[in-house]
């Protein structure tokens, strides 16, 4: 059974860093690439960034390039997203994602809420 959990968000106020870290169980972890997507209050879920399963190529959204910086443990089953000079408008549950194969099922984690207000 894969299962993700994500943790480490919380309220931080414009200019602030927070890491968030998803560990992952059920699966062959260094396999697989992995992402972060953020659901922004009334909005769809979007692609924040992806890593590979060694980690040597990462892929950001515009809005987080130069700011968030993915990256992972492979030997703690961990993917990390490293956030800083955080906005109002990053405000959002950012949720864990892997989609594996050959079964193509994409599986998420249940969130962790991240604040950025003052």
């Known amino acids: 059974q894969v299962q993700l959990v994500e943790s480490g968000g919380g309220l931080v106020q414009p200019g602030g860093s927070l890491r968030l870290s998803c560990e992952a169980s059920?699966?062959?972890?260094?396999?697989?690439?992995m992402s972060w997507y953020f659901q922004a209050p009334g909005k769809e879920r979007e692609l924040v960034a992806t890593?590979?399963?060694?980690?040597?190529?990462?892929n950001y959204a515009d809005s987080v390039k130069g700011r968030f910086t993915i990256s992972r443990d492979n030997a703690k089953n961990t993917v990390y997203l490293q956030m800083n000079s955080l906005k109002p408008e990053d405000t959002a549950l950012y949720y864990c994602?892997?989609?594996?194969?050959?079964?193509?099922?994409?599986?998420w984690g249940k969130g962790t809420l991240v604040t950025v207000s003052s």
């Open positions: 994602n892997v989609r594996t194969v050959p079964s193509g099922i994409n599986y």
């Open positions: 059920g699966i062959t972890f260094s396999n697989y690439p």
């Open positions: 890593i590979s399963s060694t980690g040597g190529s990462t």
